[in-house]
């Protein structure tokens, strides 16, 4: 069973940066497929990034969140700077059952595995 713990979520002011990390076990190369998603309050889970072969990213979040991996630390990270009050949600990693060497994903049913969420707030 693959597990993922997030971990980095905070309270940030407006501009600022924060990097959240996800941890992945159980399986090997569980970090390569990986995603960020984040539901604000009151609205529906969005994705947010996702690593595979290459990188995507929202167009809300493009040119200020970086995601990246470690794979040797089996971790997928979420560098996010200039934060603003609309990024205010709460941030899950997400994984697949079999790993694609060949394809990233954005929609959210093309994972599995799910961390428990760590929650951002970026104040005025």
């Known amino acids: 069973q693959v597990q993922l713990v997030e971990s980095g979520g905070a309270l940030v002011q407006a501009g600022g940066s924060l990097r959240l990390s996800c941890t992945a076990s159980?399986?090997?190369?569980?970090?390569?497929?990986m995603g960020w998603f984040r539901q604000p309050p009151g609205k529906e889970r969005e994705f947010v990034a996702a690593?595979?072969?290459?990188?995507l990213y929202a167009d809300s979040v493009k040119g200020r969140f970086t995601i990246s991996r470690d794979m040797a630390k089996n971790t997928v990270y979420l560098q996010m700077n200039s934060l603003k009050p609309e990024d205010t949600a709460v941030y899950y990693c997400?994984?697949?059952?079999?790993?694609?060497?060949?394809?990233?994903?954005?929609?959210?049913?093309?994972?599995?595995?799910w961390g428990q969420g760590t929650q951002v707030t970026v104040s005025s």
């Open positions: 690593i595979g072969p290459s990188t």
């Open positions: 159980g399986r090997t190369f569980s970090n390569y497929n």
């Open positions: 997400a994984t697949r059952a079999v790993t694609n060497w060949n394809s990233v994903y954005r929609a959210l049913n093309a994972y599995d595995y």
